[in-house]
């Protein structure tokens, strides 16, 4: 009785970690949560390049899985639709249709592969050394700041709604007790559509008329190396986000994920997450920085949540009931939560640099951290031959390990 006790008040003061006990209702409420929060930009990929939105869903669900059965259950993330291949998806899908599209998906979950292969054979201390506290703070900062145009523009669309969600993420995350503390984003969403019903923002036609039961339409991957020519290269900035990504989840959950279960492990995990999607249909995957907000916000840092939240994903792949209902959800009601998720994420970059006692008085450290930060917020983009673009948060990672390897350090 006394150890039941004892695992019950860790629930309580959290944070909540692998090893610590959950019941069994607050797994799925708290899986809910996460699935809620990542709903919004899974299913905007496949509306803006023409996939099916089940299979985005299902395959999102089956990637969370696989990628946890890959690291051991230890990395605490959500696998959702990648933005960062968007142009090339909806350029290869008018041209040349879903099918062939997934080929160039599938080249590119090889390139992570591949990549992850290199990293193993040079060993985590490589990766330290490439991405020091100096890199790794600024970049995780950019995960943030650079969502906060997304934000802020879902806010504008009804002020009054977002600030009304917004205080209420505050008042629940401060002064909220048990359990209650636990699920602010699902408390704000609910008090946030409530108030979107008062006011008339809600069109609830498209849950009328949508079916309780529908069956994703699985596509099958067809060859073609145009396809794979403009795709597979795009692959190149993701796979420097995830590094980002990775510590962003690390720093957050106070662990370090690149040397256990592995930077290779969680690399080859997402590559072949992206391959598994593309095989049933789906857009290419990748780690959600709204997830991780939710980590931050809330201190559950189980990851066996993650997997109740996969779970409710290949649910409403199936009931287009449900799925519709949530896409219902106003702009401004996300946008609230948003400005909340996003600014946690760059408060743990600062943390970062603060606790790695980075000297900003040295024009070396000054230096690389605002050249990461000008180029990732400001969302800089270099053409690099035919249609190939290095941009964002990939960009200001490449140029900050440059920056890192080639300037002298002060003795």
């Known amino acids: 009785m006394a150890f039941v006790e004892k695992k019950v008040v860790a629930v309580e003061r959290g944070p909540i970690r692998a090893g610590d006990y959950l019941p069994f209702y607050q797994l799925l409420i708290l899986g809910l949560q996460h699935t809620f929060t990542m709903f919004g930009a899974t299913v905007l990929v496949p509306i803006l390049t023409g996939f099916d939105v089940g299979v985005s869903l299902l395959t999102a669900g089956i990637s969370t899985l696989w990628f946890h059965f890959i690291t051991k259950g230890r990395v605490p993330v959500f696998l959702g639709s990648s ?3 968007i142009a090339p ?23 992570y592969v591949i990549m992850s292969f290199f990293i193993y054979k040079l060993g985590p201390e490589f990766i330290e ?6 890199v790794t703070g600024p970049i995780i900062m950019v995960i943030g700041l650079s969502l906060a145009p997304v934000a802020i523009k879902n806010a504008s669309t009804n002020w009054t709604i ?28 609910a008090i946030g559509y409530f108030v979107s019903l008062l006011m008339g923002v809600v069109d609830l036609n498209p849950i009328y008329n949508a079916k309780w039961f529908s069956l994703p339409t699985i596509t099958l991957p067809k060859y073609n190396p145009a396809a794979i020519a403009i795709i597979a290269p795009a ?6 986000e995830l590094v980002g990504d990775i510590l962003a989840i690390g720093a957050t959950v106070e662990e370090d994920f690149i040397k256990n279960p592995g930077i290779h492990k969680c690399m080859f995990a997402d590559g072949t997450s992206t391959i598994i999607s593309a095989f049933f249909g789906g857009p290419p995957k990748t780690t959600y920085s709204e997830n991780t907000g939710v980590l931050a916000l809330t201190k559950v840092w189980k990851p066996q949540v993650m997997w109740v939240a996969s779970i409710f994903a290949i649910i409403l792949s199936f009931i287009q009931k449900l ?13 609230g939560i948003s400005i909340v998720l996003f600014g946690m994420i760059a408060s743990i970059g600062v943390r970062t640099v603060v606790e790695n006692d980075i000297d900003f008085t040295d024009s070396r450290n000054l230096i690389i951290a ?21 941009g964002g948060m990939g960009l200001a990672a490449i140029v900050g390990v440059i920056l890192n390897q080639i300037l002298p350090k002060t003795r």
Do not use: C, H, W
């Open 83 to 85: 933005f960062a291949f």
């Open 89 to 111: 998806l909806a350029l290869t899908v008018q041209k040349y249709g879903v099918a062939d599209s997934l080929s160039g998906i599938i080249a590119a979950g090889l390139l």
């Open 129 to 134: 050394r490439i991405f020091p506290p100096i």
């Open 162 to 189: 977002a600030f009304i969600v917004l205080i209420t993420v505050i008042i629940v995350n401060i002064f909220g007790k048990g359990m209650i503390k636990l699920i602010p984003v699902i408390i704000g969403l």
């Open 235 to 240: 692959a190149i900035a993701p796979i420097v």
């Open 323 to 335: 799925s519709v209902a949530i896409s219902t959800i106003p702009n401004a009601v996300i946008g």
């Open 370 to 390: 605002s050249v990461i930060l000008v180029l990732g917020i400001g969302d800089a983009v270099i053409k690099i031959g035919n249609g190939l673009e290095l």
